[in-house]
């Protein structure tokens, strides 16, 4: 079982960055594969980006490779987002998945998840 809470949303200027956090309890962190997905007003939730549970792995969207990274500490039982060069259309929701399953993309894979924390991005 493992239980996620985000942190480090905000409003910020496009072109501006954020750091996205993601804290989880439980002894067994290291053996989770990570995510993080978004979902704006009326879409579904989209995949963003996805590390390995050794970290050696990465594997982001077309729309934020190049711009966004993701990482782990797994002695501190935690899973970053940096976002930088934010654009309008990052504007969402931005949730923290957790999965011991072969998982990349899709949404039903990942068991457990954060309650997600608000990104704006202002024009």
């Known amino acids: 079982q493992v239980q996620l809470v985000e942190s480090g949303g905000g409003l910020v200027q496009a072109g501006g960055s954020l750091r996205l956090s993601c804290a989880a309890s439980?002894?067994?962190?290291?053996?989770?594969?990570m995510g993080w997905f978004r979902q704006a007003p009326g879409k579904e939730r989209e995949f963003v980006a996805r590390i390995s549970y050794s970290g050696s792995s990465t594997y982001y969207a077309d729309s934020v490779k190049g711009r966004f990274t993701i990482s782990r500490d797994n002695a501190r039982n935690t899973v970053d987002l940096q976002m930088n060069s934010l654009k309008p259309e990052d504007t969402a929701v931005y949730f923290c998945?957790?999965?011991?399953?072969?998982?990349?993309?899709?949404?039903?894979?990942?068991?457990?998840w954060g309650q997600g924390t608000q990104v704006t991005v202002s024009s």
């Open positions: 439980g002894r067994t962190f290291s053996s989770y594969t």
């Open positions: 998945a957790a999965t011991q399953r072969l998982a990349y993309v899709t949404p039903s894979l990942y068991d457990y």
